[in-house]
């Protein structure tokens, strides 16, 4: 298959996966979401691969959310969820809206100092609803979930990691070598064990 939204590649052991819309902040639209969800498939039928990573293309945003004015409601959440192997999120700018949803459905987050993170959808009249009102509570608990839903604020990258929503920041030049350095890691592992760890988890 080929894609004009996402770029997929396959580098030894990993599945690399970017939102290709740097132009709009990689911002959720129906053909993203369709090739978003192709190419975890393709990540889940290749036994080769052993760790997925999923990031934004450009510099300041990992994911802004929905594109504005879609009336489209494309689940992307579920796909990144589905990946049967370690995922890691590598948010390189910020991850806002359905942004932050799809960065809560990987498995470990590591983020640039500069990301930010948000639900700005009470302020719209809407509510999260790609997951992550379930998502968020299971990772910073439901007090801390509550407030930020009903808040609509946007936390820096240092207060996300104060409250466990990411698992490291670093400078945005050293957040590829960081996360590289996480995938060596996991990719030395049992491919079978790191299955099954995530499904027990």
């Known amino acids: 298959m080929s894609y004009s939204t996402v770029i997929y590649a396959k580098d030894g052991r990993i599945g690399r996966i970017t939102l290709n819309r740097p132009e709009a902040g990689n911002a959720i ?3 993203l979401a369709q090739e978003l969800a192709a190419a975890c498939d393709r990540i889940n039928q290749d036994d ?17 959310g929905r594109e504005l ?5 494309c689940s992307v959440a579920a796909s990144v ?8 999120a590598a948010i390189n700018g910020d991850a806002l809206g359905q942004g932050l949803e799809l960065a809560l459905s990987g498995d470990l987050r590591i983020a ?3 990301a930010r993170f948000g639900f700005p959808e009470v302020g719209e009249g809407l509510i999260p609803m790609d997951g992550g009102t379930q998502r968020l509570p299971r990772i910073v608990g439901r ?15 240092e207060e ?3 409250i466990g929503l990411v698992n490291k920041i670093v400078s945005p030049e050293a957040l590829a070598a ?16 790191l299955r099954y760890v995530k499904e027990a988890v």
């Open 29 to 31: 639209n129906r053909p």
């Open 48 to 64: 080769d691969v052993y760790v997925a990573v999923i990031t934004g293309a450009g510099y300041s945003t990992f994911c802004r």
């Open 69 to 73: 004015g879609s009336g489209d409601r």
């Open 81 to 88: 969820a589905g990946i049967d192997r370690p995922v890691i």
């Open 112 to 114: 640039s100092s500069q």
């Open 143 to 157: 007090a801390k979930a509550l407030e930020l839903v009903l808040t609509a604020e946007t936390i820096s990258a």
């Open 160 to 162: 996300a990691l104060a």
């Open 178 to 193: 960081e996360v590289d350095a996480v995938v060596q890691t996991i990719i030395t592992k049992g491919p079978i064990a």
